[in-house]
C-alpha cells in the first residue's frame, strides 16, 4: 500500500513564542516498520516543513506550519490509499481533524487512521469527533503494521488488537495490544524520510532550549514507567513496565545518526533513561569506546535517585551536557502523597550536588496546582528551589498542571468538579489554568509561576509565560509518549 504519515499543523498560543521543531520520532519509527514490510511511505512533517509559516487566527493564537493548499498537494501528488495522523497532544486535535477533512475532501475513498496520546486516551470520542476510519491505541508500531497489512488483503480486522473503527453503526473497540517486550526487534527509525536539514537550519536561527545550536535528532531508548505520578501521560500509550532496547543497539543508532546526518547534538527523550544505571553505564562505555563526539542532554529528566557519582562521569565522558530532575514540589508530602511521585528530595539535593562536581548542568522541573496542594506548600516549593540553586542547579521550569484526558490527575479534577465550564481538548493548549479549588484561584497560580519562574534571572516576560504552560513537558515527548 502507498501509506501517507502526516504530523498535523499546530494550534498554538502567541506567547508560547517562535515554535521550536522536533522529528516526530515515534512516526518514523512506524514509517520503518512499514517500510519492512514492502509499503511505500511518505511523511508530510508539516510543522517542521512550514516552521516559521505562523498564520494569525486570532489576538490570542497562531497556526503553524505548511498552508491547508500545500497539505493538499502533497497528498495530491504522492496518491496515498491511506493516511495516518499523529495527534500527540490534545490541544492540537483541531488541527489534525482538519487535515482528516482535507483528506476525505481530496478522495473520500483514502483510508484515514489516527494515533498518538489523543486517540489512545479518547479513541470513542476522536472517531465520533472526526472522519477518521480508524483509531490506533497505545504503542502503534505493530497495530498500524497489521492493520495496513489487513486493509491491504481485505481480511478481518476483528483479530486485530489495539484499533477502533466504525461497526454497524456503532464504535468497536477492539482489546488492548500487548506491549513489544523486545524493542531491538524494531528497525532503526526511518529519519530518511524526514527534512533533516530543516531541523539543522531551524536551530540555528531559533536554538532549542538556548542549547540546541546544532546538527540533531531525538532518540529513544527505552519505553513504559513503573511509577505513578498523577499527571504523567507516558504509561497511557506506553504502558508502566519499563522496557530497554540493549546497549548496543542503542550505539549503533547513534554511531549512524553521527555518519549519516552529521548529527551533533542529541536528546535522549525517555522518561527513565537511567532507570538501569549499568545499561546506562554500559552505553556511554561503548560510546567511548567507539569514539563517538557528540553532546547530549535528558530534555525529560532522569530519576535523580539513579544517580551516583561514578554514573555521572561516565556519562560526562560520552558527551553529556545537561540533564534534568523532577522532584515536581519541594514539600515531601506533596511530592509523595500528592503527585504520587515516590521520590526521597534528599536524592535529589544529592544529584545536583554530583553534578557540579562532576561538571554536568542541572535542570529542575517543579508541578503546580495539583489537587491537595495549598498556597503555602507552592511558596515552599520557590523556596526549595532556591536551596536547590544554591547546591549547583542551574535552570527551572515550574509548569501548571494541566488535567490531560487519561491521567488520575484528570479525574480528579473532573470528579472533584474543578474543572472550568469551557474545558475542551483545544483548551489544553492555552496559557492560563484550567482548574481551580478551595485553597487558590487560577489567579493564584497564575501569580506564583511568575514569581516562581523569575529564579530564572535571564527569563525575560514572555519566557516567563512560556515556561508557565509548557508544551514539551507535557508531551515529553514528544514524540513518543
Known sequence: MRVCLINPPRIQPKVWGKPNVFPPIVMVSVAAVLERDHHQVSIIDAPTEGWDNLLELDATKYRVGLSTETIAKRIQGFKPDMVIVEIPFSGWSKAAYEVITLTKNIDKTITVALFGLHPTARPKECLEDSEADFVVIGEPEITIKELVGALEKKTDLGGIDGVGYRKNGGIQLNPKRAFIEDLDTLPMPARHLLPMQIYADAV????????????????????????????????????????????????????????????????F??????????????????????????????????????????????MKRAGCKKIRVAPESGVQRIVSEVAKKNLDLKKVEAAIVACKKVGIKVGVFFVMGLIG???????????????????????????????VYGTEFYEQTKAGGYLREDFCDYALAATEPLIETAEWTAQDLMELCMKANAINRTLTYKKLLTAMRNPQRTLRMLHGK
Not at 552505553?283 to 530519576?303: A, K, Q
Open 269 to 314: 527523550a525517555d522518561d527513565n533513561l537511567t532507570w538501569d544505571p549499568q545499561r546506562m553505564a554500559t552505553i556511554c562505555d561503548l560510546i567511548v569506546e567507539r569514539n563517538l563526539r557528540f553532546e547530549w542532554f535528558t530534555p525529560n529528566g532522569v530519576r535523580a535517585d539513579t544517580l551516583s557519582e561514578e554514573l555521572l562521569r561516565k
Open 373 to 403: 496542594e495549598t498556597k503555602a506548600d507552592i511558596e515552599q516549593t520557590i523556596q526549595y528551589a532556591y536551596k536547590l540553586k544554591g547546591l549547583g542547579a542551574e535552570s527551572f521550569i515550574f509548569s501548571i498542571a494541566m488535567p
Open 204 to 267: 540555528k536561527e531559533n536554538p532549542l532550549r538556548g542549547e540546541i545550536t546544532q546538527p540533531n535528532t531525538i532518540v529513544i531508548t527505552s519505553r513504559g514507567c513503573p511509577f505513578s505520578c498523577v499527571f504523567c501521560t507516558h504509561a497511557i500509550v506506553w504502558g508502566k513496565k519499563w522496557r530497554a532496547r540493549s546497549p548496543k543497539n542503542v550505539v549503533d543508532e547513534l554511531e549512524h545518526l553521527i555518519k549519516t546526518y552529521n548529527i551533533k547534538q542529541i536528546d
